[in-house]
């Protein structure tokens, strides 16, 4: 089998999945900015997988190789879609498949899937079972998954591992607590000492708001464990995997230029198939940080259209560079092309996926 987490080095650095956050366009914005080890696409439900709306539910698994090495969430109620997702994964490319058993959604938790995995050990185990001998000799098998129910609870933790996933995540916190607490990085420490007690080879990430890399080492060498996941902390930097390069670097033509490739790709990649709201999101993130970022910001979380975002930018640009700059230069900026730097260019915040 060709297990990617045992080619990666420690410690391993990865991008959260994230829902209607980290598709295929994020990914790539992402892996230009600074690349993570490994990526997670959003969570994909198996029953969807094999349903009317399969076409659907299958534009969380677009990808590109720019991505790679790429693991597909999953979740789901019935053991045999996951012996079928498995197999369709392999066909579709993936690295790996990971088991969401984390969730706290009540929409899914009631389903009995996803967190509600927590309080059904029998159908947990079925489900690594089914997924396992469905990608069996292919690709790696992990979970993601929080410390407990309720309350913090090891047993949860041992099954788990018991079922030896390749990479085990554990988002710090329990079901319960939602994202309301600081993650519990001092209970890692115990996740690892179990893991090492019953010898087994699963890889432990931890997981729970963690801001920078340094940030990310620091706990991650406090708990020894092998890596660290990271969601959120790409609002405030898509630049946090780099080793060299953070938003605040950026002036503000930069942040804007991003911002107009972020949504170019989007538009090429989704056209009218999704919604354009779930993209102003990302507008924040670069409208940030310089004199009028607050202005801009309210304007452009009202936009309805990519064309009339990009005319805020424009005119945004022009009134700067008519500020700054000669007539000349100004024009310049403001035909500047919309493409995200090539990877050559970001190589300077470039990990390979191997680092
Ligand atoms: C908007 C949003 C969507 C999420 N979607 C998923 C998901 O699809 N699958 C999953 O396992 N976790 C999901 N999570 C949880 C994150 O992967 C991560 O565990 C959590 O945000 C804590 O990490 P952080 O503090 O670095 O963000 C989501 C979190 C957020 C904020």
Redesign the pocket.
């Known amino acids: 089998m060709k297990n990617f987490w045992n080619t990666l080095e420690k410690p391993i650095f990865i991008l ?7 598709d295929t366009v994020l990914r790539q914005v992402i892996a230009q900015c600074g690349k993570p080890a490994v990526f ?1 696409t ?2 994909t439900n198996v029953e969807g997988m094999f349903s009317k709306g399969e076409k659907f539910v299958n534009q969380r698994l677009r990808h590109t190789e720019a991505e790679r090495p790429l693991v597909a ?1 999953i979740w789901g109620t019935r053991p045999e879609n996951f012996f079928k997702a498995a197999k369709k994964l392999i066909d579709m490319g993936f690295d790996g498949i ?1 088991l ?1 058993m ?2 706290p959604a009540s929409g899914v938790m009631q389903k009995g899937a996803c967190s509600g995995l927590i309080n059904n050990r029998p159908l947990a185990k079925e489900i690594i079972d089914a997924t396992k001998a469905g990608a069996e000799g292919y690709i790696p098998v992990s979970v ?1 998954t929080r410390l407990g129910f309720r309350a913090i609870d090891f047993e949860w933790i041992r099954f788990v591992l018991e079922q030896q996933p390749a990479a085990l ?1 554990v ?1 710090a916190r329990t079901v319960s607590e939602m ?1 309301k607490v600081p ?1 519990h990085w001092d209970k890692l420490k115990t996740v690892v000492d179990m893991r090492n007690a019953i010898n087994s080879d699963t890889l432990i990430i931890g ?4 801001k920078s890399l340094s940030d990310a080492r620091q706990k991650v060498a406090e708990a020894g464990a092998d890596g660290a ?5 790409i609002f405030e930097n898509p630049y946090l995997f780099s080793e060299t390069t953070t938003l605040s670097d950026k002036t503000p033509e930069e942040k804007m230029h991003l911002l107009l490739a972020h949504m170019q790709l989007w538009t090429d990649t989704w056209g009218e198939s999704k919604h354009f709201p779930v993209l102003r999101k990302f507008f924040k993130v670069y409208a940030s940080g310089f004199p009028g970022a607050q202005e801009l910001r309210i304007q452009l979380m009202e936009t309805q259209t990519p064309e009339e975002t990009e005319q805020i930018v424009t005119s945004f640009l022009q009134a700067l560079s008519s500020r700054h700059l000669s007539p000349v230069e100004a024009e310049e900026i403001s035909m500047a092309p919309r493409r995200l730097p090539s990877p050559a260019n970001a190589q300077a915040g470039h990990r390979s996926s191997t680092s």
């Open positions: 959260a999945p994230m829902e209607d956050v980290t997670f959003e969570f969430q990971d969401n984390g969730c993601k995540t988002h994202s993650a997981n729970g708001d963690v996941m990271i969601g959120r902390g």
